[in-house]
């Protein structure tokens, strides 16, 4: 994916914004929309999206939407941590290269001790399983 270019408003996180695609939601304000990877890393792997901005990578999003999805990530950390027993958390968030969606987004993958993580790109996840994960981790950032 080129790092220069002109926003896509047909991709799919935008059409999740705008409700034209479904997604499993955990947090959503009105900038920010945290919901499950339908390619989860781990168990309860999500995405942190701005619901505001049109950057598709690091290099063009105001710092202000970049805090805001910091700060959205870092809850879901701690709903990982609190919610499913996670040791930790890694934040993965990619530009150009390895970037599948060009809408900036980080992913926030929970981590379990002694496992590491393998970044399985094609591997869809159960979705009753992902439903199950995303009630905890709501009931989590209570």
């Known amino acids: 994916m080129s790092l220069h270019g002109t926003y896509d408003s047909d991709n799919i996180f935008a059409k999740i914004i705008r409700g034209d695609m479904p997604a499993v939601k955990v ?32 290099l063009e999003i105001a710092p202000a939407d970049l805090a805001r999805m910091l700060a959205v990530a870092a809850r879901i ?16 968030q990619n530009n150009g290269v390895g970037q599948s969606v060009p809408h900036l987004h980080i992913h926030v993958i929970p981590r379990v001790a002694g496992k590491p993580l393998d970044f399985n790109e094609n591997k869809i996840g159960d979705p009753a399983d992902i439903e199950a994960v995303a009630v905890k981790l709501r009931a989590a950032l209570k």
Do not use: Y
Not at 28 to 40: G, I, T
Not at 77 to 92: N, S, Y
């Open 77 to 92: 950390g701690q709903a990982q941590i609190d919610g499913l027993g996670a040791g930790g958390f890694t934040i993965v």
């Open 27 to 58: 947090f959503e304000d009105d900038q920010v929309l945290a919901f499950m990877d339908v390619f989860p890393q781990s168990r309860g792997h999500m995405l942190v999206i701005s619901k505001t901005s049109k950057a598709r990578n690091l």
